[in-house]
C-alpha cells in the first residue's frame, strides 16, 4: 500500500500526472481495478473524456465517493435499497406529524402542516449525516440546546428508525454502510490497484473518513490537492488544512510539483500574485480582463459576447468555455435568456428548479384552486393559462370575469351560484339606454345567464377534487385524470415545457412509488397537494435535448475547480455578492457546529475559491462586476475585484453603459444589431435581411422619444394625425353627443381618445357592497319614481311615497342591477332611505318651486335630439335630465342628481369641464319646449344640498355662449387629432382607462 500525495499550482499539470498513471497502471494488467474518484459528475465527465482524448484506459472507473461505495457493498452482497426523494419526504413528514401528535413538538408546532418544514428537516438530515453525526450524537449535544434543537433531534430519530424497519437507506446511508464494511472487512477494498483522487480542493469529514479507510486498503493510491507544501499563501489557506491533515494522518509520499504553471502570463501573474502583500507592478494586458457592466443583466449579456467573439473568430470550440456565476438564482436566469437570443447552447451544472418554471406554477395553481376556494383572481388566471383547455373561448371567460367583477364574486360556488340566480331572474336591459354615466351594466340575463352558468359549473365541478381521505395512488388518478380532461400535453411547446412536464409526471410516479413501499397511507386532497408542493419545491428538471448538443458551461463559483477551459468568465465580483456575506445557519448554530464538528457557515475560504476560478483559464479570463443596485445606488467592487484590478493594467477598465454604440460586427444577435443600428440611424447593406423589423424598431424608438419628452406633441402620444379623416368622418355632423362625452375631452383630451375614440373602459376591481355607478343609478331611481307616484309633493306625502319606493327598488336592485347583496345589505338599505329622506326634506324647502317633469330624454330612445347652432354647423346633442321644476311665472329650475361628493364651481364650467348644465337648459328649453329656464345646479344626494355651481349666478345667456364656445373647440379639438394628454386639476380619475399606463398620469393624492 503505497500512497501519494501530489501537490501543485493549478496548471501544473496534477490531472496529467494522474492520466498517465491511470494508463500506466492498465498497460500491463488491463483486468485490474482502478478507480479515479472526482467531487462531482461533471468532473468525471470531463476527467473521461480526457483519458479518452490519450488513448483510453480499459475497465477505469471514474466517479464519486458514493459510487465506489455503492460497489462495494454490492460487490459483498450488501447492496443497499436507497429511497428515491419523494420516499424520504414522505418520511420525514411521518415522523414531523407523528411526534407532534403525540405532543413533543413546541417550537415547530405551529408551522408543522407548512411544505417548508420537511424540507429544512431534510437539508438538515442530509448534512448531520454527511458530517458523521448519527441520531445518538446529535441527540447528546442537542440535549442542553434550544427547544427548536432538541426537536429535530426528535424528528431525526423517527425518520431513522422507520427508514431502517422499513429496510432502506438514504444516500447518505450508503457512505455510513460504506464505512462499517471497510472497518469490518480490512480488504473490502483491497482488490483495487489503483485509487486516484483528483480535482478535490478540501474534504469534508465524511469524505476525509472514506478517504482514510481507502487509503489504507487500496494497493496505490495517488491524491491530488492544489496549492503549496509550507501551504503559507492567503490564497491557499482553503486547501492548506487539508493538505496538513493528509500529511499528519496517511504519512503519504508528497511531492511539489515544480516548474511554472502552464498558463498565459497574465493568468500566471494572478495566479502568483493574487492576495500577496508584496508584488510586483501590474501586468499589461493585451486584451481587457476587467468589465464593468450596469447591472448583472448587462454583465450577462457581455459575457456571452465575449465568448461567442471567441468561438466565432478565435475557433475556441464551445465546450471549451465556460461562466462561472455566486448566484445561481440571479445569473442563471439571464444567461439562459441571453443565450436563447444569442443562439448558443448552454448546459447548466446544475437542475433549473422546477418551480422557476411557468407550466409547473400553472399547474400547481390549477390544483390548488379548490384548497383556496376558488379565488376569482386566481380562478381567471387558470382558466386564461395557454396550458390548459377549459373549451371556452376567450370572450366567454371575458364575459365570465365580467359578471364576476359586476356581482363581487370573490370566491367559491357559493356566490357563483347566487348570482346565476340573480342573473336568471332579471330581465334585460338590451337597448334601454339611459344616459353615458347611467346605464347598467350589460350582463347575460335569463336564458343567456344559463349558458354561462354551465360553463362556470362545469369548471368548478372539474376541478373539485372527492371529499374525504384516498391514498396517494387514488390521487394520482385523480389529478392525471384533469390534465387529460384539460389535454395539457397538447398544449406544451417547447423541449422546456415538455422536460417540466416529465419531471413533473416522474414527481407522480415517485409518489406511487414511494407508497408501494411506506404502505398506502390515506390523506385528504389538502395534505396530498402540500406532499406535491414540497417535492415540486425541491426538485429540477434539465431540457433533454441539450444534453447531447455542444454547449457552454454554466456553473456556480465553487464548481469552479478541477477541470479546466480555454476560456473563463467569472461574474459578480461585487461587495456582498462574492465574496457572499455569511449568514449563521438559523437551524444548526455555530456553537452547536463547532460540538458536532460540522462546516463553519461563517469562515468558508472564498478567497481561496476565487483563486481557484481565475486559475481555470487555459487562453482567456474576463470578470465582471454590476455597478449600479437596482435601486440605482453605485455598488461597490468587491475585495476579490480590486486585489485582481491591482496585479493588472488594462488601459481602462472597459465600464459598459447602456448609451454606448456598440460596433454592428460585435452584436450577439440579430436583436441587438437591430437596436444598435436603430441607435446609429442605419442599416448597413449586409444586413438587408432585417430591413422590415429595422423600420419597426424605428417607429418604436420614435414612439419611446416622443413619450419621454416633456412636452406631450407627437403622433404617439395624443396626436394622431393620420387619423384626422377617420375621426373627422366618426365624429361628424351626424354624431349624437352626451354632456359626458364632451365633458370627457374637457376633462383630459388623451382620456377621451382612450375611451371613446379607442374604445377602451377601465377594469373595475370588486369591491364590498355597490360600487358608486350602481348606487348612483339606485338612488336615481328611488327618486324618480317617487315623484312619479306622489300625488302631490307635501314633504310628508313624499316621504311616505319614498319609504314604499324605496322598499320595492330595493327588493330588486341586485337583480336588476348585477350585484350580490352582501351581508351588510339590510343595514345599508336603511342607511340609503336615511339619505334619501334628508334629501327630500332639504330639496323641498321654500315654496318658490314646484316639481314639473323628471327623467326627461332627448336624443333616446326616438326622441328629438338637441341642436345647437354653432355658425359652421348644428351639433346634436343628446341625454337624460333627472328633475325640471318650475316656479309661478314659467321659469324653469334644471336639477342634476349627484351621489358623488365632487365639489364643482363656476371654473368648472368656465373652462369646460362641466357642461351638463347648460347642455340640459337648452334641452328643456329647445328640444322638451318646456319654457324658458331661469336656474339649474346639481343636487348632492349625500350632502343634501345644491352645488355652488349655479346657472343663476351665471346667467343663462352667458353660460350658453360659454358652451358653444366649448363645443367649437372640442369639435375643432376631436376631428384635428388633438388629444394632448392634460392630468385635471385635482388629479386622474381612477376609471380614466389610461390611468394605469399613461405617462401623464398624476395621482390624485390624498
Ligand atoms: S391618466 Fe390622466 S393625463 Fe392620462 S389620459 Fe387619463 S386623465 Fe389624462
Not at 165 to 193: F, P, S, T, W
Not at 261 to 289: D, R, S, W
Not at 342 to 355: H, I, Q
Not at 643 to 667: M, V, Y
Amino acid at each position: 500500500m503505497t500512497i501519494q500525495l501530489l501537490i501543485g499550482a493549478p496548471a501544473t499539470g496534477k490531472t496529467e500526472r494522474c492520466l498517465a498513471r491511470v494508463q500506466a497502471a492498465q498497460a500491463g494488467l488491463p483486468l485490474q481495478q482502478v478507480w479515479v474518484l472526482v467531487p462531482d459528475r461533471a468532473q468525471a465527465a470531463a476527467f473521461r473524456r480526457r483519458l479518452a482524448e490519450k488513448g483510453g484506459a480499459l475497465g477505469v472507473h471514474v466517479g464519486r465517493f458514493a459510487d465506489l461505495y455503492k460497489h462495494l457493498l454490492s460487490a459483498r452482497g450488501k447492496a443497499l435499497a436507497t429511497i428515491s426523494l419523494p420516499l424520504q419526504n414522505r418520511l420525514i413528514r411521518e415522523a414531523i406529524h407523528a411526534a407532534d401528535a403525540e405532543k413533543k413538538l413546541t417550537h415547530f408546532a405551529p408551522i408543522v402542516h407548512f411544505p417548508g418544514l420537511v424540507t429544512a428537516m431534510r437539508d438538515v438530515i442530509v448534512e448531520l449525516k454527511r458530517g458523521l453525526v448519527n441520531v445518538e450524537k446529535f441527540m447528546l449535544a442537542a440535549e442542553n440546546g434550544t427547544a427548536a434543537q432538541q426537536e429535530m433531534g426528535i424528528i431525526y430519530a423517527r425518520y431513522q428508525a422507520r427508514l431502517d424497519a422499513l429496510g432502506y437507506a438514504d444516500d447518505e446511508d450508503v457512505h455510513r454502510q460504506a464505512m462499517a464494511l471497510l472497518e469490518e472487512d480490512k480488504n473490502a477494498a483491497g482488490e483495487i490497484a489503483l485509487l486516484v483522487v483528483d480535482g478535490f480542493d478540501q474534504f469534508t469529514p465524511a469524505q476525509y473518513q472514506g478517504l482514510k479507510l481507502l487509503s489504507g486498503q487500496a494497493q496505490e493510491t495517488l491524491i491530488t490537492l492544489p496549492g503549496a507544501m509550507d501551504g503559507t499563501r492567503a490564497a491557499h489557506q482553503r486547501f492548506a488544512e487539508s493538505i496538513a491533515q493528509i500529511r499528519d494522518d496517511l504519512s503519504p509520499q508528497a511531492e511539489e510539483l515544480a516548474g511554472d504553471p502552464h498558463l498565459p502570463k497574465a493568468i500566471e501573474y494572478l495566479e502568483a500574485n493574487l492576495f500577496e502583500q508584496a508584488h510586483g507592478e501590474a501586468i499589461f494586458l493585451n486584451e481587457p480582463m476587467l468589465l464593468e457592466a450596469r447591472s448583472p443583466e448587462a454583465e450577462a449579456r457581455e459575457a456571452l459576447r465575449w465568448i461567442k467573439g471567441l468561438v466565432v473568430r478565435a475557433g475556441i470550440p464551445l465546450v471549451r468555455c465556460a461562466i462561472f456565476t455566486p448566484n445561481a438564482e440571479v445569473y442563471h436566469p439571464l444567461l439562459r435568456a441571453t443565450a436563447e437570443e444569442f443562439g448558443m447552447p448552454v448546459r447548466f451544472t446544475s437542475d433549473d428548479p422546477l418551480t422557476d418554471s411557468a407550466l409547473a406554477t400553472a399547474i400547481l395553481n390549477l390544483l390548488k384552486l379548490p384548497l383556496e376556494n376558488f379565488r376569482t383572481r386566481k380562478l381567471m388566471n387558470v382558466l386564461r393559462s395557454p396550458y390548459f383547455n377549459f373549451l371556452l373561448s376567450d370572450a366567454d371567460i371575458d364575459t365570465l370575469e365580467m359578471i364576476s367583477r359586476a356581482a363581487q364574486v370573490v370566491e367559491g360556488r357559493e356566490q357563483w351560484d347566487e348570482t346565476w340566480e340573480m342573473l336568471k331572474r332579471a330581465p334585460g336591459t338590451q337597448g334601454l339606454w339611459m344616459d353615458d354615466t347611467r346605464n347598467v351594466p350589460e350582463l347575460p340575463r335569463e336564458g343567456e345567464a344559463e349558458e354561462y352558468q354551465v360553463m362556470m359549473d362545469g369548471v368548478l365541478t372539474m376541478l373539485t377534487p372527492p371529499a374525504g381521505r384516498a391514498n396517494y395512488g387514488e390521487w394520482i388518478d385523480w389529478t392525471e385524470t384533469r390534465f387529460q380532461q384539460l389535454k395539457l400535453a397538447d398544449q406544451l411547446e417547447s423541449e422546456a415545457e415538455r422536460s417540466v412536464m416529465l419531471a413533473f409526471r416522474e414527481i407522480l410516479r415517485a409518489l406511487l412509488v414511494s407508497e408501494a413501499v411506506a404502505g398506502a397511507a390515506a390523506v385528504d386532497y389538502g395534505e396530498f397537494i402540500a406532499e406535491l408542493e414540497s417535492l415540486v419545491r425541491a426538485e429540477g428538471y434539465r431540457e433533454n435535448t441539450r444534453r447531447r448538443q455542444p454547449a457552454l458551461v454554466v456553473g456556480r463559483m465553487e464548481e469552479a475547480r478541477g477541470v479546466r477551459y480555454d476560456a473563463v468568465a467569472l461574474l459578480g465580483l461585487a461587495e456582498g455578492s462574492f465574496p457572499a456575506v455569511e449568514r449563521a445557519d438559523p437551524f444548526l448554530d455555530e456553537e452547536l457546529r463547532e460540538a458536532l464538528g460540522l462546516e463553519s457557515r461563517l469562515a468558508r475560504e472564498q478567497g481561496g475559491l476565487f483563486y481557484q476560478a481565475v486559475t481555470r483559464a487555459d487562453r482567456h479570463l474576463l470578470m465582471t462586476r454590476p455597478y449600479l443596485a437596482d435601486d440605482g445606488e453605485d455598488m461597490e467592487p468587491s475585495t476579490f475585484w480590486k486585489a485582481a484590478a491591482l496585479l493588472l493594467d488594462q488601459a481602462a477598465e472597459p465600464k459598459i453603459d447602456s448609451e454606448r454604440l456598440l460596433a454592428l460586427a460585435d452584436a450577439g444577435s440579430r436583436e441587438e444589431v437591430l437596436f444598435h443600428a436603430v441607435r446609429q440611424k442605419s442599416l448597413p447593406r449586409q444586413y438587408g435581411f432585417l430591413e422590415s423589423r429595422w423600420h419597426d424598431l424605428q417607429q418604436a424608438r420614435d414612439a419611446l422619444l416622443a413619450r419621454r419628452s416633456s412636452e406631450a406633441d407627437s403622433p404617439y402620444e395624443g396626436n394622431p394625425v393620420s387619423l384626422t379623416s377617420q375621426l373627422a368622418a366618426r365624429f361628424g355632423k351626424k354624431y349624437g353627443w352626451s354632456a359626458s362625452r364632451l365633458e370627457t375631452y374637457g376633462a383630459c383630451p388623451f382620456f377621451f381618445y382612450v375611451n371613446q375614440a379607442l374604445g377602451l373602459n377601465a377594469q373595475e376591481q370588486p369591491q364590498v357592497g355597490l360600487n358608486a355607478m350602481k348606487l348612483g343609478n339606485m338612488m336615481h331611481e328611488i327618486l324618480e319614481l317617487t315623484y312619479m307616484q306622489a300625488e302631490n309633493y307635501a314633504v310628508d306625502n313624499l316621504l311616505a311615497v319614498l319609504k314604499a319606493q324605496a322598499a320595492e327598488v330595493f327588493a330588486r336592485a341586485p337583480e336588476h342591477f348585477g350585484f350580490r347583496p352582501s351581508a351588510l345589505w339590510e343595514a345599508e338599505q336603511v342607511q340609503y332611505l336615511a339619505v334619501l329622506e334628508e334629501t327630500v326634506r332639504a330639496i323641498e324647502e321654500g315654496v318658490e318651486w314646484e316639481p314639473y317633469r323628471f327623467e326627461q330624454r332627448f336624443g333616446i330612445n326616438g326622441e328629438p335630439p338637441l341642436r345647437i347652432d354653432l355658425g359652421d354647423e348644428t351639433i346634436l346633442l343628446r341625454g337624460l335630465v333627472d328633475r325640471i321644476d318650475r316656479r309661478a311665472d314659467g321659469g324653469l329650475r334644471i336639477i342634476d342628481y349627484k351621489t358623488g361628493g365632487s365639489h364643482l364651481s363656476k371654473k368648472d364650467l368656465e373652462e369646460g369641464l362641466r357642461l351638463q348644465l347648460p347642455i340640459y337648459a337648452l334641452a328643456a328649453r329647445d328640444a322638451l319646449g318646456l319654457g324658458e329656464p331661469v336656474e339649474g345646479f346639481y343636487w348632492h344626494i349625500q350632502g343634501a344640498k345644491a352645488g355652488s355651481l349655479k346657472l343663476a349666478r351665471f346667467g343663462t345667456d352667458a353660460a350658453y355662449n360659454i358652451l358653444k364656445l366649448h363645443l367649437r373647440r372640442i369639435l375643432e379639438g376631436i376631428r384635428a387629432a388633438q388629444f394632448t394628454p392634460q392630468a385635471p386639476s385635482g388629479g386622474c380619475p381612477d376609471y380614466c382607462p389610461a390611468a394605469q399606463w399613461c405617462w401623464k398620469y398624476e395621482s390624485r393624492g390624498w
